[in-house]
């Protein structure tokens, strides 16, 4: 079979999928993406560049619009060339947030094309408006619904979506929900594990630590409100304050993923740790910016509380990983978190904005170590039932792309 994935930042969502495909005779795979140094045996790399322009001349409401639709053309000129060097896929599977997927399929009218519609924007009730400290960037209704024509013409485009979660498809319209899957990528639960016998040294000092001494961790991809960077931070003066052993290990770059940026030359980290001088004990908390794979699994597995939070919004592959691992979570109580994490059950949970409950959560965690087992225990088992790539989701992606191959409706959408 001969398949072509379209994403930006390759291979991003569809890593996992794509090293399967790849793994086996007869497959042919074509990614299309912007330059990165990434690789993968069995794909080939056909990248388009990054659009550099600046300020763009139209309406306000019309910049991502006019950006998603010079990228699709873009992308689209890339496949015509696939075309004219004679490859055909047999199936095309992209993300449609950028506008990479809007005009594939004039080009390949006739191949099926499966599109991952991750988020669909609302101006009440989800991000935006969410954290009153911050304003988004979308804090205008009418640029917002501008925003969603991108979905809405992707959609129109495609012949099927895939969405991560249950919550993220239920953002959508009805009449998009109906050809939605919901299929998240999945994790290799056999590398990201518990380990009981695991230690993880600290950049810079050189410190190594293990699952006997008290280390809290907090991941994401950069250090900025959406994921409650702010919100943590405040809570450990208390924390550290009473829990005399607690480290506190904290990995994420500081640029911006989402959202508003900070003020011109600073960072989110910066302006939380001017706002709490000398409150904080800086010896005990490590910032370790970004790490590589298995390093990042070994703080995983030697964390004793691990803390997620976010608005809103797409849900972290970190959160999913921090279960397979067997990690004691305290999730903020919002609709992404809660419909993995169950308070008591397999995880904690904490109202977003309370850090100084968040601080009494992490520190009750680190007082009943034994009796939060259990915990722990429901988090991997969580994990192994609903989002283990190999042997759950990995035969669904099968089962979807088969259906799509063959012409037939797939499944209706859980």
């Known amino acids: 079979m001969n398949y072509l994935f379209i994403h930006q930042n390759f291979p991003a969502q569809y890593r996992h999928v794509v090293r399967h495909l790849a793994s086996q005779a007869g497959n042919q795979i074509y990614f299309i993406t912007q330059p990165n140094e990434n690789s993968m045996s069995g794909v080939y790399k056909v990248m388009y560049p990054k659009d550099q322009r600046g300020p763009i001349n139209c309406h306000a409401y019309a910049v991502e619009l006019e950006r998603a639709i010079r ?153 900025e409100p959406y994921r409650g960077f702010h919100v943590f931070m405040r809570s450990l003066p208390q924390l550290l304050r009473r829990r005399k052993r607690a480290q506190v290990v904290i990995v994420g770059g500081d640029g911006v993923s989402y959202g508003a940026p900070p003020p011109p030359r600073s960072t989110f980290r910066e302006m939380l740790l001017q706002e709490l001088g000398g409150k904080l004990d800086l010896k005990r908390v490590h910032f370790v910016g970004m790490l590589d794979y298995r390093a990042y699994l070994n703080l995983l597995q030697v964390s004793s509380v691990h803390v997620y939070l976010t608005y809103p919004f797409v849900l972290s592959w970190s959160l999913i990983e921090a279960l397979a691992c067997g990690c004691l979570i305290v999730g903020s109580a919002t609709a992404p978190v809660l419909e993995v994490l169950r308070d008591g059950s397999n995880g904690l949970t904490v109202d977003f904005f309370a850090h100084r409950q968040l601080a009494q959560v992490i520190e009750g965690a680190l007082d009943q170590s034994e009796p939060m087992q259990a915990l722990r225990t429901a988090a991997r088992s969580t994990a192994l039932t609903q989002f283990d790539m190999k042997r759950l989701l990995l035969p669904r992606w099968n089962a979807l792309f088969d259906d799509l191959l063959n012409g037939r409706q797939p499944a209706s959408p859980s």
């Open 71 to 223: 990228t699709g053309a873009t992308v689209a000129e890339v496949c015509r060339g696939l075309h004219e060097r004679g490859f055909r896929p047999d199936l095309i599977v992209g993300h449609s947030g950028w506008g990479e997927t809007l005009f594939v399929k004039d080009v390949f009218p006739d191949v099926p094309l499966l599109a991952n519609f991750e988020f669909y924007y609302h101006a009440h009730g989800v991000d935006v408006g969410f954290d009153p400290e911050f304003e988004s960037i979308f804090h205008d209704p009418a640029r917002l619904r501008a925003r969603n024509g991108i979905n809405l013409m992707a959609f129109q485009g495609a012949d099927w979506g895939h969405s991560a979660t249950k919550w993220q498809r239920s953002l959508h319209p009805p009449e998009m929900q109906s050809r939605i899957s919901v299929l998240h990528e999945g994790v290799d639960t056999d590398l990201a594990r518990p380990k009981p016998r695991v230690s993880f040294t600290l950049p810079g000092s050189g410190q190594v630590v293990t699952r006997r001494d008290e280390i809290v961790t907090y991941v994401a991809r950069n250090l």
